[in-house]
């Protein structure tokens, strides 16, 4: 019976949410509309855009010529431009050149003198240096593995007080820091990330996920009788779903929740992701009743903050800046090129897009339009100080899209920095960026105050002047005056 009314409330809140954002405006499903490139209006309506990233070639393990792939879960591309893709049915990392020319096999590595395997690994990470990190899921270990494939040490069986007597580690996705401690989504764990010291003990957990539960439960919750809620399921925040880390050390994470799905951790696990765009990056902020709401599954970080997330329940892959504004969309599901069945991983290959095809054992390359190119430079131009170029970049962008809104906030940033306030504003107003725009009133009234300083303050002077000279002419009439009417008294 609980269940039954459970499922019906939430069935009835599905179909009203539904209802409203169709009721929003008409171009709700066009996010649905498949090749169609869009982006979203500060008024959640799905507008036109310029492709910025096209499909280019597909590369499956025949092609490569290393046999097929089979369920691949992970990738990672490394500094030096060389990928490795994790071959999780073949308990194996296939290593590939930038020219997608196999490199190397690793199946195996040496164990006190014994060979031992992968088992259903899910997840794998290199470091700058060439260090292999393998989640070995099946065997209950995380690897670790020198340039050369050689053993340095394996990390299992954590031992710990804030984990419980009959905890089985199962990692799922592991990323290491500069530092070379290890940080690893396990299954199971509903208190954020095991984070390991760079020796392979366990430390701390890092980033927990908020407490989250239905309204519905919460409203049964308080009816029920105290036997009944002993039997209820305890309200436990979500698992994480993936995770990267950026050159500076902070982790990028994605869950299951719909609210903050993204998250941004500092060393201490706060959320300091920057929210600032018209809509939290979350991927769609519009679904179809078919299509669902977005699962994001994975997330990249490049360079200038730009991170980009998939989403595996409409195939498509969502890029933003630092401060969280959507820069561009691509990708979908389907059987053509540049379409993907089970989308399970995304990496950049320089300023190209990977995508990972579980089932279909595929990677494709996406490479960048000229739009994109544009977008991305503007960006990366803004992050490095140099105005004059983001100026120029961003007009371009206009040019090419007039529904980037982005682009006029990123003009007016530009503005803003060179000191053009009055200028910045308008672009601000353009955008809608009422934050910025206020900055820019505020510092544009005290540089028109400080210009016309000494002119305002002269007025004053010589107001004050005049005021003092107006007062001694009338004391000087008004005595002349009276001695004047003295006289003629006397």
């Known amino acids: 019976m609980l269940n039954r009314l459970r499922r019906a409330g939430m069935y009835v809140i599905t179909a009203a949410v539904c209802l409203l954002g169709m009721g929003a405006g008409g171009s709700a499903v066009r996010a649905d509309a498949g090749d169609t490139s869009y982006q979203y209006s500060y008024w959640g309506e799905t507008v036109a855009s310029p492709a910025a990233y096209l499909a280019e070639t597909i590369w499956n393990g025949e092609r490569l010529g290393v046999g097929a792939f089979k369920a691949p879960s992970d990738m990672h591309v490394t500094a030096d431009r060389q990928i490795y893709v994790l071959d999780t049915g073949h308990h194996r990392v296939v290593v590939l050149d930038q020219e997608f020319k196999p490199v190397r096999i690793i199946d195996s590595f040496d164990r006190d003198g014994q060979p031992e395997t992968f088992n259903n690994p899910q997840g794998l990470f290199v470091t700058d240096d060439k260090h292999l990190y393998v989640a070995d899921t099946g065997n209950l270990r995380v690897v670790h593995l020198d340039?050369?494939?050689?053993l340095v040490q394996v990390v299992d069986s954590p031992q710990s007080e804030l984990l419980q007597a009959n905890f089985q580690f199962q990692p799922v996705r592991v990323v290491v820091d500069k530092a070379r401690r290890i940080y690893v989504m396990a299954a199971g764990v509903f208190d954020g990330f095991m984070e390991f010291s760079a020796d392979g003990a366990f430390t701390s957990?890092?980033?927990?996920?908020r407490v989250s539960f239905h309204p519905i439960d919460y409203f049964w919750k308080m009816l029920s009788t105290r036997a009944q809620r002993s039997q209820m399921v305890m309200f436990t925040p979500t698992e994480f779903t993936n995770l990267d880390i950026d050159a500076e050390g902070f982790i990028y994470a994605t869950n299951g929740e719909s609210r903050d799905s993204v998250k941004k951790l500092n060393a201490r696990g706060n959320d300091i992701l920057r929210r600032n765009?018209?809509?939290?990056?979350?991927?769609?902020?519009?679904?179809?009743?078919?299509?669902?709401p977005t699962r994001l599954v994975d997330i990249d970080v490049g360079d200038s903050?730009?991170?980009s997330i998939l989403d595996a329940s409409k195939g498509r892959v969502f890029t933003y800046n630092g401060d969280g504004y959507l820069l561009y969309v691509f990708g979908g599901l389907g059987h053509q090129l540049g379409k993907f069945d089970t989308p399970a991983a995304i990496e950049r290959l320089g300023d190209d897009f990977l995508v990972l095809d579980k089932?279909?054992?595929?990677?494709?390359?996406?490479?960048?339009?000229?739009y994109g190119r544009t977008i991305n430079e503007a960006v990366r131009s803004y992050d490095r100080g140099d105005d004059e170029k983001a100026d120029r970049l961003f007009r371009k962008t206009v040019n090419d899209n007039a529904n980037m809104e982005f682009a006029y906030a990123g003009i007016g940033k530009a503005l803003l920095r060179k000191g053009e306030y009055a200028e910045a504003m308008k672009y601000f107003k353009l955008s809608m960026d009422q934050r910025n725009y206020s900055k820019a009133f505020l510092l544009y009234r005290k540089q028109v105050l400080r210009e016309r300083f000494p002119a305002i303050l002269t007025g004053i002077v010589v107001l004050a002047a005049c005021a003092f000279l107006w007062r001694k002419y009338r004391r000087m009439r008004r005595g002349k005056k009276v001695a004047a009417t003295q006289q003629r008294a006397v």
């Open 305 to 307: 903050e730009m991170y």
């Open 277 to 292: 765009g018209y809509f939290p990056p979350e991927g769609d902020i519009r679904f179809t009743i078919t299509g669902g």
């Open 147 to 150: 340039p050369d494939g050689k």
């Open 205 to 209: 957990f890092i980033g927990a996920n």
């Open 359 to 370: 089932a279909l054992g595929e990677v494709t390359v996406f490479r960048t339009t000229d």
